[in-house]
């Protein structure tokens, strides 16, 4: 096991990867990946040029959301605008703008959006009617509303609707499980791969203690991850742990040996690393992040892919996390999908043992 | 020496499941899975007012697509633990005087908890909401009270949304994940096979052949910048037959713009084969690459709207020059002349990458 150890830490850029992963990575979600509405670059082509447009204009660039990419004269600019990605957005105020709007109230306001990026135009869309709408209403001030029903919003266990909230979680179900399962399942598979193992098998060490100790050091690899990132999340971006931190170690530790008897598993099955990695790459990785809730909601998903999330136990993982962390909810909340993990990790296991089995007769 | 690298390639089993059958899975599950849209939001209704009013308001949001009413209580408490539990993502919560209210102070609120733990899905929930209590409001004033609904001088507005008028999300994250696929196989596939060479020694056998340095490396190259070419008119194939993605531009272009985009990826996979000695710890190192790029080059959020630090640092993110270019060309049909910036940018960052990989590639090491 000490040997094992000294294997690691000799590779010292595996291991700068292996903590920076859970660093960079929460910088990146933290900062990066966020779909708030930012710089969004807004044509103006105002066919008016009345005062009332010309307010609208300014007050559409100083709400915060939006910035100029310059003004239009012609219908054929808006293609030239978005099919160079100068713009997102294009308003159009009518000519007679303000006499319209006067006279009968009937002026109107194009919003053209480029909608190749459907989520965001949506979103682009959405903020620029709101800036216009509350505008419009300020100079009908004098004008009471009577009748109205005001929404108060309350925003539950994340009060500042920060995006990082989300990721945490996610990060931790990702890189304990990049981190247990291909780490191991890539070392088991290298020593086969090389002849070594046969080596080990016939010294007088047990199956069961060379298995082991191979595994050892990447428990404590994980549980050092787990912490950094709890840690880097409360300290950078204030996300709390709102219910017990001993639970949720427990937690972690629990999704830790379930990795694990993963990783063991796919060595048991896998000739060669290159077998191992894209297993635990395409197997593993890519439901963790895609079908597991990291990023993706999965009610939204459909039906089918909704029902195969129930084997991801990251999925599992990550309400489990979500629900002490962040929601600060006790073991009454989290004791199915506690037992659903173990369940996985008992069957992971007793698999692995027979594969080992089967192979040293 | 390019037909044996060809055959080798082929003969390995796990190459041929990787280059054809991942693409596929991908591209089927992170299309549908990745979906952002948001439906049957989860509601659990708290009518302590029990009354017309209310009746009418709560009829609005199970009348929304938006919505799926999934409990309706009295009491507040319950509906708190349906949310701790998951099984509601909000709250709506009205009270006992809510009518009154509205008839005699002439104006009311209402309660709104939103399980905020996903951020972007909580703003979305309560930008929903407050449409249909503004429509609500409006129904109120028109139909109860005879009130202009606009309420003073309000201009129409009209949106319309050019180049996907249907707001589909697939088409976007389609075109993000042909990226992602076309730099997979060009920068994993080459790396691997370059550092198994070096790990088996076989590298070391072609070094005491006659074989010229850049014979060799060409040949190593080329095979995976024709797979990656190959993989690109596949995952077009598929697109177009299973999503209907639309190709407004030029398709030629597209294929030139993926030339140089696959000369900066293999030189990239190159380099890093360069300064690994095992394909474990290459692996990770690609990964650790090819996440921060790929994260970074806007395949889930636009690249626009991230910090200035970041856009700075996606200027030598290849990955980001192409998101951008691909879904120019294929969804808004943009020319030449309109991604020129990005196509010299990566013609140049080409040349850089290759002659450093080629510079640290010592035929002896």
Known sequence: MKKEFQHIFRDVRTLVILFGLPIVMIVLFGYVVTTEIKDVEVGIWDRSMDQASIQATQKIFSSGYFVPAGYLEREEEIGELFRSGRAKVVVVFEADFEKNLKRDNSASIRLITDASDANSAQMAQTYLQGVLMSYFQSLNQDIQLPWSVEVKSRMFYNEEMKGVYMFVPGLMAMILMLISALMTSVTITREKEFGTMELLLASPLKPREIILGKVTPYILLSFVNALTIILLGFLVFKVPVVGSIWLLMLACMLYITLALSLGVLISTSAKTQQVAMFISLLGLMLPTILLSGFIFPIDNMPKILQWITHIMPPRWFIVIVKNIMLKGTGFAYIWKESLILLGMTLFFILAAVKRFKIRLQ | ?365
Request: net charge positive; hydrophobic share 50%.
């Open chain 2, 1 to 365: 020496m390019l037909t044996k690298e060809f055959k080798q390639i082929f003969r390995n089993k796990v190459m041929i499941p990787i280059i054809f059958v991942v693409p596929v899975v991908q591209m089927i599950l992170l299309t549908y899975a990745a979906s952002l849209e948001m439906k049957g939001i989860k509601m659990v209704v708290v009518d302590q007012d029990l009354s017309q009013a209310s009746r009418l308001l709560v009829s609005g949001f199970s009348g929304s697509p938006f919505f799926d009413i999934a409990h309706s209580t009295t009491s507040y408490p319950e509906a708190e633990s349906m949310l701790a539990g998951d099984k509601a993502d909000v709250i709506l919560h009205i009270q006992n005087n809510f009518e009154k209210r509205l008839y005699v102070e002439k104006q009311t609120d209402l309660q709104l908890v939103v399980n905020a733990i996903n951020a972007s899905e909580a703003g979305l929930i309560n930008a929903y909401s407050t449409q249909i209590i503004q429509a609500y409001n409006k129904d109120v004033r028109a139909e109860w009270f005879g009130l202009d609904a606009r309420g003073g001088m309000m201009p129409q507005i009209k949106p319309s949304f050019w180049y996907n008028p249907l707001l589909d999300y697939k088409i976007y994250m389609f075109s993000g994940i042909l990226v992602i696929l076309v730099t997979l196989i060009g920068m994993i596939l080459t790396a691997l096979n370059l550092v198994r060479e070096k790990e088996m020694g076989t590298t070391e056998q072609i070094n005491v052949t006659p074989i010229r340095k850049y014979q060799f490396l060409v040949a190593k190259l080329l095979p995976f910048w024709i797979i990656a070419l190959f993989e690109l008119a596949f995952g077009l194939v598929v697109g177009r037959l299973l999503y209907d993605l639309p190709m407004v531009g030029s398709l030629g272009l597209l294929f030139l713009f993926t030339c140089v985009y696959l000369l900066v990826v293999l030189g990239i996979g190159l380099f890093l084969s360069t300064i690994s000695n095992t394909q474990q710890q290459l692996m990770f190192v690609v990964f650790f690459f090819m996440l921060t790029f790929i994260l970074m080059s806007g395949v889930f959020t636009p690249a626009d709207s991230m910090p200035l630090w970041a856009q700075k640092v996606n200027l030598i993110n290849p990955a980001a020059y192409f998101m951008r270019v691909i879904r120019m060309i294929l969804l808004k049909g943009s020319e030449f002349r309109d991604i020129s910036r990005e196509f010299f940018s990566l013609l140049v960052y080409a040349v850089l990458i290759l002659s450093l990989a080629v510079i640290n590639y010592r035929k002896t090491t």
